[in-house]
């Protein structure tokens, strides 16, 4: 049984950088992909950035992130990362990893994953 296990979080003031982190479990499928989203209060689920395990995509970020979050996949440690740095308070909000083990799986920021991990909240004050 697949399973997405998230880890990292948390709070941090403006312009401090966070690890996220999403260990995945009781895949077969050799291709995979998968996201980052984020939910703030009384906000639709969103996008943030996305990748797949072989990399022949160039891993898709939202706007309002790029240049400040790096997605990244650590294939040995079967281990999704997102590196985020300068932190603004408007990226307060629920993450969430997520996941398609399916061959042709395509690389995209909507929220049409299979599997899903428990979320984590990171909370950025100015």
């Known amino acids: 049984q697949v399973q997405l296990v998230q880890s990292g979080g948390g709070s941090v003031q403006a312009g401090g950088s966070l690890r996220l982190s999403c260990a995945f479990f009781?895949?077969?499928?050799?291709?995979?992909?998968m996201g980052w989203f984020r939910q703030g209060p009384g906000k639709k689920r969103e996008g943030v950035a996305a990748?797949?395990?072989?990399?022949?995509?160039?891993?898709s970020y939202a706007d309002s992130v790029k240049g400040r979050f790096t997605i990244s996949l650590d294939h040995a440690e079967n281990t999704l990362y997102l590196q985020m740095n300068s932190l603004k308070p408007e990226d307060t909000a629920m993450y969430y990893c997520?996941?398609?083990?399916?061959?042709?799986?395509?690389?995209?920021?909507?929220?049409?994953?299979?599997?899903w991990g428990q979320g984590t909240q990171v909370t950025v004050s100015s």
């Open positions: 009781g895949y077969t499928n050799s291709h995979y992909a």
């Open positions: 990748i797949d395990s072989d990399s022949t995509v160039i891993p």
């Open positions: 997520a996941a398609d083990f399916i061959e042709g799986s395509a690389v995209r920021l909507v929220p049409s994953f299979n599997y």
